[in-house]
């Protein structure tokens, strides 16, 4: 049995970050981590200051070296299983018991894809979702903007600046008049038709094959996934969540504070955008005002 003053469940951008404003208040922190960040499909990750281009993997163990040069933090591989008890007194179980005065939840998202066949392949490689992390990577090819439950409006525009060849693949999803116009630009062609199966070689996108068998070719294509939390520990626990048209994440206040006293969180978990940085912000904040919540001068 471990006893740490801070408990840190998930131990990657936010985790990390989280711990060490506490390691460095001298507090006794534990990170419990499993080890599979929500980019690890993605052999490289962009965008995150000192580290762009590193693999996801390589900035994860960097940052664990760092945090675990502090004599009052510690490690353990593996995944929480159940999170008892309230403020003061919280047990974690899993690959070890845990008792801690706080918890700090940073265990990330996860992506529900849509179902179709060899487009997980591709996922992180030449399938993505957000322009900023792999658009440099996939620009000026022809590329495809899968509907997927709602016409994504955003991603149509926003993409103008990386390819003048997007093909809108409506996969069955409703248009209505007002959308159609705003369409309708150059470098946009909207495909018909319902899309069966990614043709790719390695994770490389070659075509998509509509029902029917037509194959229409492209070497890039980008979707809007569904997340939501990678564990239900925050449920269990109580916490709120809140709703969004993209998933479903942990409703905190501006101290990351979430709706159960003595419970932060911070991360992909606690933002309707994230990112990498976005996710060491918020464990920043997170892991400060834990601490001074263990002192009770936190507002
Ligand atoms: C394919 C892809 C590529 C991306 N590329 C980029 C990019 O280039 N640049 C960028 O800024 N952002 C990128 N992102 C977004 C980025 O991955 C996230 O914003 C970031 O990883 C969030 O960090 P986090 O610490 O909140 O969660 P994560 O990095 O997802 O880490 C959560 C950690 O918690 C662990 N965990 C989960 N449940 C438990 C449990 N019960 N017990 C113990 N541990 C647990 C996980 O194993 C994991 O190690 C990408 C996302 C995807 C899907």
Redesign the pocket.
């Known amino acids: 049995m471990i006893e740490a003053d801070v408990a840190v ?9 989280a711990a060490i404003m506490l390691a460095r208040a001298r507090r006794r922190v534990v990170i ?11 052999h ?5 200051l000192g580290m762009d281009g590193a693999a ?1 993997e390589a900035i ?1 163990e960097k940052g664990l070296a760092e945090v675990l040069a502090y004599s009052t933090a510690r490690h353990v591989a ?4 159940a999170i008892r008890g309230s403020v003061g007194a919280f047990v974690l179980e ?1 690959a070890e018991e845990i008792r801690a005065a706080r918890v700090i939840l ?4 996860r ?1 529900r894809l849509p179902d179709i066949p060899g487009l997980a392949d591709c ?2 490689r030449t399938v ?3 322009p ?3 658009g440099y990577e996939l620009a000026d090819r022809t590329t495809g903007l899968l509907a997927w439950e709602a016409i994504p409006m955003h991603h149509a525009v926003h993409l103008s600046d990386w390819t003048d060849d997007l093909i809108l693949l409506e996969n069955g999803v409703a248009m209505t008049a007002d959308q159609a116009v705003q369409l309708s630009r150059p470098g946009l062609r909207r495909q018909a038709g319902r899309v069966v199966r990614v043709h790719h070689m390695q994770g490389a996108i070659d075509a998509v094959e509509l029902e029917g068998g037509e194959r229409v070719a492209m070497r890039a294509l980008y979707l809007v ?1 569904w997340q939501e939390p ?2 239900d ?1 925050a449920e269990a626990l109580g916490c709120k969540i809140v709703e969004t048209p993209m998933g479903r994440h942990l409703q905190v206040d501006d101290h990351q504070r979430t709706t159960v006293p003595g419970v932060f969180a ?4 606690a933002r309707p955008f ?7 912000s ?2 920043n904040r997170a892991g400060a005002a834990c601490h001074q919540d263990l002192l009770g001068i936190l507002e």
Not at 106 to 109: R, T, Y
Not at 266 to 269: E, F, Q, T
Request: charged content about 15%.
């Open positions: 469940v998930g131990g990657s951008f936010a985790g990390v970050s419990i981590d499993e080890g599979a960040t929500r980019n690890r499909f993605a490289a990750s962009h965008g995150f996801p994860r593996g995944r929480v299983t899993g940073a265990f990330g998202q992506d996922w992180g993505a979702q957000c900023y992390c792999h996934s990678a564990s520990l911070a991360g992909d978990l994230p990112s990498a940085t976005q996710a060491a918020t464990g």
